[in-house]
């Protein structure tokens, strides 16, 4: 924990630190931007978003998109990916989607990645065939792994044994040679970065004079990628390059003006940071808007920080696709609800793509949610009915688990009286 003599910029409450939060993350209300111009500002405000594959009700980049993007489909972020090429897929927090102009801002990073695979002895099955791999790219691509005839098996930390020329695509993916041209499903499809994108990124040099430079540079970025952000703590910090505690770069970021120190009264101990420019959205009090409601994606940015989520909302949230099905608390895809500044419950989704059903498999209500008032019921209703749009989706139904909850049948009464 920062140890400062100065007292902090701003003192806050729980409630305006989670207003913030919401309407720093364009959540309050939500779905409220439009189009592709609305998704590429959100990602260039948050610097890049979370891509995991499983697709249950839509992967996690098209359910962050959903809740902030009014009659959102998934086509826009395609295109903006694989058309227009102002967003391109690369390694931030994980693997993340970025926009392409921050692409030379990465080069050392992407060195230091692919580096670590060259010399890495678990991987020598697949250096031997770089040579041949990149070769088939330049005269073949765009093209995958199922095209690449060599049935070489190998160990991979991912998914055990795996086709070496999987792991040489990925290779120089990581080094920043190769670039995802487009995808079919889950599987990747990969062309040259030189053929990809414009001459000046894809050979511009690293902009860092050193590795301490970038490392601040990226600590910056996350805390714009956050929103708020503990100096302390793992998961929000994953794919920072660091070596021991991040405060000495805080310290140094905010005597530059980058960014401010903030404390919220009921922990008058622990400092938190946001962007300095931010500091007027942050001692707002007033409501701009009627509370809306939406379902947040498991790996939205807004979450990130879960310790910090539960401090500020008294949320609990995990989640549980890679916790054994015996010890899942809630379910394997749940998704937090959020109803203006207040998380009040969590729905387990399923879409029934014959039927275009979206199903309400079950769905736990925080302890105290004002399940009965009319308000968040109208809220919930209008969040059901644009998450079925989303989706495709032509009827919504509720699971045998959740048929009696009377406050469900009610927000599904509202919405059939719509139709």
């Known amino acids: 924990m920062a140890k400062h003599a100065a007292p902090p910029e701003l003192t806050i409450s ?9 309407g720093y993350h364009r959540l309050a209300p939500p779905r409220k931007l439009a189009g592709k111009a609305g998704a590429l500002a959100y990602i260039r405000q948050v610097n890049c978003i979370q891509y995991d594959p499983i697709n249950v009700v839509g992967q996690n980049p098209h359910l962050v998109l ?79 792994a199922l095209e690449l005839e060599d049935d070489t098996k190998m160990d991979w930390w991912l998914t055990n044994s795996a086709r070496a020329v999987r792991i040489a695509l990925d290779i120089l993916f990581y080094s920043g040679e190769l670039v995802v041209h487009h995808r079919v499903g889950t599987r990747r499809y990969f062309d040259l970065a030189e053929r990809l994108l414009a001459k000046p990124l894809a050979r511009a040099a690293d902009p860092h004079g050193s ?33 021991g505690s991040l405060l000495p770069i ?7 003006g980058e960014l401010a120190r903030v404390r919220v009264a009921e922990w008058p101990q622990q400092d938190l940071y946001v962007p300095r420019a931010q500091l007027s959205l942050l001692q707002a009090r007033a409501r701009t808007a009627r509370p809306q409601a939406a379902f947040i994606a498991p790996l939205d940015n807004f979450l990130w920080d879960r310790t910090l989520i539960e401090q500020l909302f008294d949320f609990y949230y995990r989640w549980e696709v890679y916790v054994p099905a015996p010890k899942r608390e809630y379910g394997y895809y749940v998704l937090p609800v ?20 979206f199903v309400i498999k ?28 989303y989706l495709g989706a032509e009827h919504v139904e509720l699971g045998v688990n959740v048929r009696r ?15």
């Not at 729980?14 to 919401?22: E, F, G, H, I, T």
């Not at 714009?224 to 929000?236: F, K, T, V």
């Not at 769905?363 to 749009?389: I, M, N, S, T, Y």
């Open 338 to 357: 959020l109803y203006g500044d207040q998380l009040i419950a969590r729905l387990d989704p399923g879409f029934e793509r014959a039927s275009k059903t």
């Open 66 to 144: 959903q809740s902030r993007v009014r009659n959102y489909k998934s086509r826009m972020l395609n295109e903006l990916l694989y058309t227009d090429r102002q967003l391109v897929d690369g390694f931030d927090k994980v693997m993340s989607i970025y926009p392409t102009e921050d692409w030379p801002f990465f080069s050392g990073y992407r060195s230091r990645m692919g580096q670590r695979h060259l010399v890495a002895g678990s991987t020598q099955k697949a250096v031997k065939l770089l040579g041949w791999v990149r070769e088939e790219v330049r005269t073949r691509g765009p093209i995958s």
């Open 211 to 243: 590795l301490e430079a970038y490392r601040q540079w990226h600590v910056l970025r996350r805390v714009h990628s956050l929103g708020m952000a503990r100096p302390i703590g793992n998961d929000h910090w994953g794919g920072v390059n660091r070596s």
């Open 14 to 22: 729980k409630q305006q630190a989670r207003r913030y939060l919401v």
């Open 250 to 256: 805080f310290a140094r970021l905010h005597e530059d």
């Open 405 to 419: 909850d009377i406050a469900l049948k009610q927000v599904l009464k509202q919405l059939r009286a719509k139709a």
């Open 362 to 389: 079950n769905w736990w209500w925080q302890p105290g949610a004002p399940r009965k008032d009319e308000a968040v019921l109208a809220a919930l209703a209008e969040c059901v009915h644009q998450f079925a749009k």
